[in-house]
């Protein structure tokens, strides 16, 4: 399983992408706001420090398929050798994937929370899924299950080369059961890639190392 960053925060982009453990970045237009500044800046800033898809997603203001289509173009003019147009499902959406797909511009349709949005997403043309398991979690409903049946699925259809991006991450456990549930990618806020990296013996071992070398060697 890949792993890509969730944030729109240059900083914590740059942070992970030091650590060599992220291969791609998801914005949304929360994520965006949350910035407070211009998108496409954004998006090229982001672009310039990840070397791979980062998905930058239509106006929140955008529900019709020719306006999606004509952000789309202008998302993937800003990069196109990252950018991935992301597009909320819906039917103005799936039209709008269908027509970027044909002009070979990548998509993520996201906000998928059934295995049949998903389904039809694929057979739209998306080049991406994004499960929003976090907030099936967040109402008492099995994320990790809709991840699972998608993954099954696609796994059914050999002409399905939609890939699932799992989303809406909360916690390490997420991550894990991403993997073991066959998602291609899960894209992670940066606060749970430091959740992930940590563990109080890994850390207590570092210690004890110090501790004795030091007591032999000194500093
Ligand atoms: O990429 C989608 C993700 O940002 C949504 O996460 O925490 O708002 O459910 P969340």
Do not use: W
């Not at 929360?30 to 998006?43: F, M, P, Q």
């Not at 699972?148 to 890939?163: E, G, K, V």
């Amino acid at each position: 399983m890949k792993l890509f960053i969730d944030t729109a925060n240059v900083e914590e982009i740059r942070t992970a992408s030091e650590m060599g453990v992220i291969a791609g970045v998801t914005t949304n237009p929360s994520l965006i706001a949350k910035e407070g500044r211009d998108y496409a800046t954004v998006l090229k800033e982001i672009a310039a420090i990840v070397d791979g898809p980062i998905s930058g997603e239509v106006k929140a203001t955008t529900t019709d398929a020719a306006g999606m289509i004509a952000e789309g173009e202008a998302i993937y003019a800003l990069d196109p050798a990252h950018m991935v147009v992301k597009i909320p499902m819906t039917a103005e959406g799936l039209k709008a994937i269908k027509a970027l797909s044909a002009k070979g511009i990548p998509t993520n349709c996201t906000l998928i929370f059934t295995a049949n949005q998903a389904l039809l997403a694929a057979r739209a043309g998306a080049t991406y899924v994004s499960p929003f398991l976090g907030r099936l979690d967040d109402i008492s409903q099995p994320g990790i299950e809709l991840v699972q049946n998608i993954h099954d699925i696609f796994l059914n259809y050999p002409d399905i080369t939609t890939q699932i991006i799992a989303a809406s991450v909360r916690n390490p456990i997420h991550v894990t059961d991403c993997a073991l549930a066959g998602a291609d990618i899960a894209t992670v806020p940066y606060k749970v890639i430091e959740q992930m990296l940590h563990h109080p013996l890994t850390d207590a071992g570092i210690e004890k190392f110090k501790a004795d070398y030091v007591k032999v060697f000194g500093e």
